[in-house]
């Protein structure tokens, strides 16, 4: 009955290579979000998206994109992976759209490890 | 965008203290503010809300009050208890880029001393 879960929770990879995180909700939630903890800790928001509209933090490098094949999924694809892509990605969700109170869900975070 | 500070990295407290965490903003002022604890290897975890319109809020041994006037949130942890130790972090909506996304700020982790 996990409310937000992604998958894998450990991934170790090689640079250059393309990886993907899966990320589902069964909150039933309008929105989902990308969000990157680096190794000091500071958590930083990447993407929202909500009834199709995507809004991308502009210091996110074009090789993250995020795939959103239904409302209860937002998976994040990441291109020729470098070494400073090594960093927890949390996946998030909250109920409701533009302009009202809300508070986020997040997963258990998947740790991405760029060999 | 908004730029948050919290006011340490760390705090030590003893069991039974009331631990009181800071969070200040500088640009403008948000309609509400919110605190998340997270535990090490776990995602934040979503503790109160208050509103703008707040001076204070209360969920069991936790007190949140909201101060728009000195751009600033205190949040206070009463009796404190070791399994109180955990990073505390404060979060107001972006403006910048839609009032539902989140800016978080780099939190506090709270010890809390037997």
């Known amino acids: 009955d996990t409310a937000v879960s992604q998958t894998p929770k450990y991934l170790v990879t090689q640079m250059g290579n393309d990886k993907s995180i899966k990320c589902e909700q069964n909150l039933g939630h309008d929105t989902m979000y990308w969000y990157k903890q680096d190794s000091k800790k500071f958590l930083k928001i990447m993407f929202s998206?909500?009834?199709?509209?995507?809004?991308i933090n502009e210091t996110v490098p074009n090789r993250f994109s995020p795939k959103s094949p239904d409302k209860a999924h937002l998976n994040l694809h990441i291109n020729s992976l470098e070494l400073g892509d090594s960093a927890v990605y949390f996946c998030a969700s909250s109920p409701r759209g533009r302009g009202l109170n809300t508070e986020a869900f997040f997963g258990q975070g998947t740790r991405l490890t760029v060999v | 965008s908004q730029k948050i500070e919290q006011n340490s990295e760390a705090l030590n407290i003893q069991e039974g203290k009331t631990a009181t965490l800071t969070c200040n903003y500088t640009?403008?002022?948000?309609?509400?503010l919110q605190w998340y604890r997270q535990d090490p290897g776990r995602g934040p975890v979503f503790l109160l809300l208050?509103?703008?319109?707040?001076k204070e809020k209360r969920k069991e041994r936790l007190k949140v009050t909201f101060d728009t006037t000195l751009k600033q949130s205190l949040f206070h942890i009463t009796a404190s208890q070791p399994a109180d130790s955990a990073t505390y972090l404060c979060?107001?909506?972006?403006?910048?880029?839609?009032?539902?996304?989140?800016?978080f700020g780099k939190g506090t982790k709270l010890s809390v001393i037997p």
């Open positions: 208050i509103r703008e319109n707040e």
């Open positions: 998206y909500n009834n199709k509209e995507l809004i």
């Open positions: 640009n403008y002022s948000p309609a509400y």
């Open positions: 979060a107001l909506p972006d403006s910048g880029a839609g009032s539902y996304q989140l800016t």
